[in-house]
């Protein structure tokens, strides 16, 4: 009886994500996975904000030790992401094919998979702590405040992989609604938590990293609560099923991810070991301008991950008009937003800046520059996004991998690496808007291509129909 039930709500599921009009099904998803964006990369930028507000000598340090430990964050991530995108990408396929077993099974072991990589990230890590803080680009300065937020921060490392997983899951099963229900309230709780710990019980920048991974254990408990209501599949060890097959297609659809974000996690140290020659100012400074930059981009990110489960079901479907009719409202509105963003980071670049570090003018000074030049090119991001999304989700691995690895892998890391001996802390600036010029026309002649093969693909697909009717 309830595996009737069951096939039933899932029957529902595939007619309304296949036959909804498209714009109005990618805005009624892309609401709640835009706000959980925004309110995380707000909570992102607490830590740096409450941590910012230390008072005395160590305020900078303790602030740049924050953008020290980001590398550590963006690799947790970037194992989260790899099974929550890959094991969310064959989800949203299967059912789009109405395999509702497969989709099962394959929920079931990206999320465990998830849990393991994060103990055995969490060993590590504790292990060779101060090595690892030191990779990441401290300085002597900074070494003492980023061995205390990395500790804390490893320490969470198990179910903040696991509920990246959860919550890329709930999406790509069209169900954004319990996804934004779980990132918010742990965001939310993060923001109430910073100024409680750091400065209500004294705990300075330990009390910052304390609040991270509270707020993440409460959202995964609730993202896991999440997975047994309404027509979600539900996590159930007896579908965990590591093998082969499985463990290959996750990597399939979560390979872009895990070099999107591991490639991002390598270019942020390389950008703190570069900046370390200019002192602990420009590590913060520089710090500063990725979690600007990055709060901008998330909703982009978020409106764009309203779109990918509508691609998942349509191409597994073989709807390939609507994944098109997606792809281009998805690109048109993301670029018109990220200019607008761009305007106003090139109007109040200091101001931004001073949020963060109001005291301390050399930060201000280098990050209101590097600002300013990112802003340049922010509008680029919203194309290079959505297309690196398309051909993901459509099981596109090699041209999706391409385009993860070109913006801060490929072109990015030579940039940080050449730029700065020949132009100082100019050429620091300089190295992501120069990548991101780069990566844009890379990104226009993959994602043409890739747009040829849909297109040629909707056309045979309605001749077959055409010929059955």
Known sequence: MQQAQDQEKQTKKFITMTQTPVKKLILKLAVPTMVSMMITSIYNMADTFFVGQISGSEATSATAAVGVAFPLMAIIQAFGFMFGHGSGNYISRALGKQEVGDAEKMAATGFFMALLAGLLLTILGLVFLEPLAILLGSTQTILPHAKSYISLILIGCPWMTASLVLNNQLRFQGNALFSMIGIASGGLLNIALDPLLIFGLDLGIRGAALA?????????????????????????????????????????????????????????????????????????????????????????????????????FNYGAKKYGRVREGYRFCVKYSVLFLLCAAVVGEIFAPQLISLFRRDDAEVIRIGALALRLQCIMLPSFGFQVISSMMLQTSAQTLRASVLALARQGLFFLPLVLILPPMMGLLGIQLAQPISDVISFIVALVVVSDSLRKIKALDLEQQKLEQEKA
């Open 212 to 312: 991270t991974i509270i707020s993440q254990f409460v959202s995964f408990s609730l993202l896991f609560i999440g997975t047994w209501k309404s027509d979600n599949l539900k996590i159930r060890f007896r579908n965990f099923n590591p093998r082969p097959r499985f463990l290959w297609e996750m990597f399939k659809g979560g390979a872009p991810s895990l070099f999107r974000q591991g490639i991002g996690s390598v270019a942020t140290t390389c950008l703190n070991n570069a900046a370390a020659v200019f002192g602990d100012p420009a590590i913060a400074a520089m710090s500063i301008v990725s979690r600007v930059m990055m709060f901008a981009n998330s909703l982009v990110i978020g409106f764009g991950q309203g779109f990918q489960p509508v691609c998942g």
